[in-house]
């Protein structure tokens, strides 16, 4: 069983650039999310997508966007990066259905300066 | 606005202390509350806390979930080096969005 897998690990951008950051979703998982961490901070929710339709949005720009490939693998773009997106990006992947464990990757790692 | 709120944000015990972490949720259509432990990056799933199973146990862990108080403890007995990590409690809602509410986490330092 192949677990979920994301790249890059680490990347550093400036203000103003734009990244796409990538995920492999756990074997046989048809749904993933994507969740923002802080230093310091729990994980928020950015989105989460199933059937390649975003389904549920967390309080986030519209600069942060999203997509789903017939594989269930999935990216996660930032357009006009700003300081504050300086986080750890974690995608997790799930069956679709009722509200439960999610399976996540180790992150990406991404610094604006 | 949805809430999740841990206590202590941090603690430091010697091997062999047992220890309790605090979770606190205002949640909408509450379903369930999950712990993940989190040790370097990718958190990883201990227990899932539901109207229908509100106490766990694994080993040295233990859960419970007090849904007249909207609480959560997580119970860690003998605890060695190896249970450093942030502890990070997440409530779940209603609807097809499978989101989590996470807390802030625990951050948890076991010494020798």
């Known amino acids: 069983e192949t677990g979920v897998t994301q790249s890059p690990t680490h990347l550093i951008k400036t203000r103003g650039q734009q990244v796409t950051l990538r995920c492999s979703s756990q074997s046989g998982h048809n749904t993933v999310s994507w969740y923002q961490q802080a230093l310091g901070q729990g994980p928020q929710f950015i989105f989460q997508y199933y059937r390649e339709e975003e389904n549920g949005r967390g309080n986030f720009p519209p600069r942060f966007s999203g997509l789903q490939f017939p594989n269930y693998s999935s990216e996660l773009n930032v357009n006009a990066l700003e300081l504050d997106d300086s986080a750890l990006y974690l995608c997790?992947?799930?069956?679709?259905?009722?509200?439960?464990?999610?399976?996540f990757g180790e992150g990406s790692r991404l610094t604006v300066l | 606005e949805d809430k999740v709120v841990q206590s202590p944000l941090s603690l430091v015990v010697h091997e062999g202390d047992t220890v309790t972490l605090n979770c606190s949720y205002e949640?909408?259509?509450?379903?369930?509350l999950l712990w993940y432990k989190q040790e370097k990056k990718a958190p990883t799933f201990l227990f899932m806390l539901t109207s229908s199973g509100i106490e766990k146990k694994s080993g040295r862990l233990s859960s419970i979930l007090d849904k007249k108080e909207l609480s959560s403890i997580l119970n860690i007995t003998a605890t060695q080096t190896g249970d450093s990590a942030i502890y990070l409690c997440?409530?779940?809602?209603?609807?097809?969005?499978?989101?989590?509410?996470f807390g802030t986490g625990t951050l948890l330092a076991v010494q020798p």
């Open positions: 997790a992947s799930s069956f679709w259905g009722p509200p439960g464990e999610l399976f």
């Open positions: 949640v909408t259509n509450f379903r369930s």
């Open positions: 997440a409530g779940t809602t209603g609807g097809a969005t499978n989101k989590l509410i």
